[in-house]
């Protein structure tokens, strides 16, 4: 995919979906996870997102890999 396809895709995605950031709240959400779950290594950013997910009150993420969320009980895939 070139870049000038990629940024096209972007602004696709930007007119239906809402685009989530991380914030205080996220990243305390984020901490939460990571002391009860104790993820390691590239593991950790799964945990960032979940968190994400979380504090903007979603509870189910849906992706490609399963396996990578699959040991978050509070995530539904």
Do not use: R
Request: net charge positive; no cysteine.
């Amino acid at each position: 995919m070139s870049t000038e396809d990629a940024l096209s895709s972007t602004k696709d995605f930007e007119k239906i979906l809402k685009i989530l950031y991380p914030s205080k709240s996220t990243f305390t959400k984020f901490k939460e996870l990571l002391e009860k779950y104790k993820p390691t290594g590239l593991k950790i950013h799964d945990y960032e997102i979940a968190g994400i997910s979380l504090a903007n009150n979603i509870e189910q993420i849906a992706t490609f890999n399963i396996k990578d969320f699959k040991e978050i009980k509070v995530i539904g895939l």
